[in-house]
């Protein structure tokens, strides 16, 4: 089993520019959720997929836009970046049903913007 | 909303052991999740309390105190692999699976 895979690990783009971010869930989840982390600072809740539908969403701006594939996957897109958009992007997938006793991330995506 | 605070910072000894306070304020509480985290990396799933109780898992435990709010993860025997940013995190009955964290605790384990 795999896990949760993320690509890329690590990604430089410049102020303005799109990023898209990808997440593969561990076998067995269909809900991906995506958080940024800025350093030394908390996960923060971007947003949520299921079913191929955003579920929930954080207070992020209409910038940061996703989706999910059949297979469960996921993408997490980011327009117009600002360099405050620099974090780490984490991934995390959970098994069907409301009450999940487990949440896995995967390794991240490291952006920086430039 | 929810508010999650945990202390910014602790030192231990090696071999010591070490108590991370959470306190959280939710409404349609549903489960709180610990995860460590080394520096550059994901998080790293340790534990989930949904019920009030200690959960033990080897060196580490959790518990869960609902009507308090509260929760710690203790570590004990510590290793100098334990120095890490400790993840506490709440998911509310309303939010699907969704966690908010907590800023995180680091522990820094000493010699």
């Known amino acids: 089993d795999a896990g949760v895979t993320q690509s890329p690990t690590h990604l430089i783009k410049t102020r303005g520019q799109q990023v898209t971010l990808r997440c593969s869930p561990k076998?067995?989840?269909?809900?991906v959720s995506w958080y940024q982390q800025a350093l030394g600072q908390g996960p923060q809740f971007i947003f949520q997929?299921?079913?191929?539908?955003?579920?929930q969403r954080g207070n992020f701006p209409d910038r940061f836009s996703g989706h999910q594939f059949p297979n469960y996957s996921s993408e997490l897109n980011v327009n117009a970046l600002l360099l405050g958009d620099s974090a780490l992007y984490l991934c995390?997938?959970?098994?069907?049903?409301?009450?999940?006793?487990?949440?896995?991330f995967g390794q991240g995506t490291r952006l920086t913007v430039v | 909303g929810q508010n999650i605070d945990q202390p910014t910072e602790m030192t231990a000894t090696e071999g010591a052991i070490v108590q991370i306070n959470c306190t959280y304020q939710?409404?349609?509480?549903?489960?709180l999740f610990w995860y460590q985290q080394h520096a550059g990396e994901a998080p790293t799933f340790l534990s989930y309390?949904?019920?009030?109780g200690l959960e033990e898992k080897g060196r580490f435990s959790s518990f869960l105190s609902r009507s308090k709010g509260y929760s710690y993860l203790l570590l004990k025997e510590l290793q100098m692999k334990d120095s890490a940013s400790y993840l506490c995190?709440?998911?509310?009955?309303?939010?699907?699976?969704?966690?908010?964290f907590g800023g995180g605790t680091r522990v820094l384990v000493k010699p």
């Open positions: 309390n949904v019920l009030d």
């Open positions: 076998s067995g989840h269909d809900t």
């Open positions: 997929y299921y079913e191929e539908e955003e579920r």
């Open positions: 995190a709440v998911r509310e009955r309303a939010a699907g699976n969704k966690l908010t």
């Open positions: 995390a997938s959970s098994p069907p049903g409301q009450g999940a006793s487990e949440a896995f």
């Open positions: 939710t409404s349609g509480f549903n489960g």
